[in-house]
């Protein structure tokens, strides 16, 4: 299977062994990632381009490298965690490739070619700090771009399936566009908006605010829309 691959890391995970390398070599549609099971390699779908290194990070498998998760923006990059069913990307990603990663008092440190992380500038190295506390707590993370002209994209994270109710604000309080409302799975997903009301109107340039109601309370997040 891997005959025109190039194989850049493997990992022991669980018991289970894994490969990384070129999405595009791998003969597995395309998967940069596949796990070995019996006398065959399985691919594990839903990350693209280019993987560079493997690793557990509390029994977990992380992949770090010049990717993008199935879902969100390919220009955001960030290590990616497999949680046993998906790809979930860490936060907001980074503007950049990770090249290495690893652990120290209960936070995951990455490097890489990247001057952004999470939405702030982070020049080559940056910490992710939400190892545990993602395990049990929502998370909303910094919309991108910001400020925008047409369209945002607003990554979140749930722990477990629930309620999630995400709308934007006026600067006087008025809920204007209602962006997301029903029951979501666990795991990451993104809220997107188009600069307009709930009547397809566009709406003028100014400040808003995204809210986003979730189990465990309600997180916002404020952003610029320029005309």
């Known amino acids: 299977y891997y005959s025109e691959a190039i194989v850049r890391d493997l990992s022991v995970v669980g018991g289970q062994l894994f490969a990384a390398g070129e999405a595009v070599a791998m003969n597995l549609g395309g998967s940069p990632v596949a796990r070995r099971s019996g006398d065959y390699w399985e ?8 993987v560079w290194r493997l690793g557990s990070v509390s029994g977990q498998l992380f992949a ?3 990717l993008h998760v199935a879902g969100n923006s390919a220009s955001s990059h960030s290590l990616a965690r497999w949680n046993g069913r998906a790809w979930e990307q860490l936060g907001s ?3 950049g490739a990770v090249a290495t990663f690893a652990v120290l008092g209960g936070a995951v440190y990455m490097g890489g070619s990247f001057s952004e992380a999470g939405g702030k500038a982070s020049y080559a190295i940056a910490r992710w700090d939400g190892r545990h506390a993602s395990e ?19 990554p979140y994270t749930i722990p477990a399936a629930g309620m999630v109710r995400i709308a934007v604000y006026d600067v006087r309080g008025r809920a204007i566009a209602l962006l997301e ?3 979501r799975t666990p795991g990451t ?17 100014g400040i808003y605010f995204i809210r986003a109601s979730m189990s465990g309370g309600e997180r916002s997040r404020k952003v610029v829309l320029l005309r």
């Open 43 to 50: 691919p594990l779908g839903g990350l693209f381009g280019q």
């Open 64 to 66: 770090s490298g010049d």
């Open 93 to 95: 990603g980074t503007n």
């Open 136 to 154: 049990g707590v929502p998370s909303f993370q910094a919309p991108r771009p910001n400020p925008f002209r047409s369209s945002m994209t607003l």
């Open 181 to 183: 409302e029903g029951v």
């Open 189 to 205: 997903h993104a809220a997107t908006w188009n600069g307009r009301d709930d009547s397809g109107r566009l709406s003028p340039s």
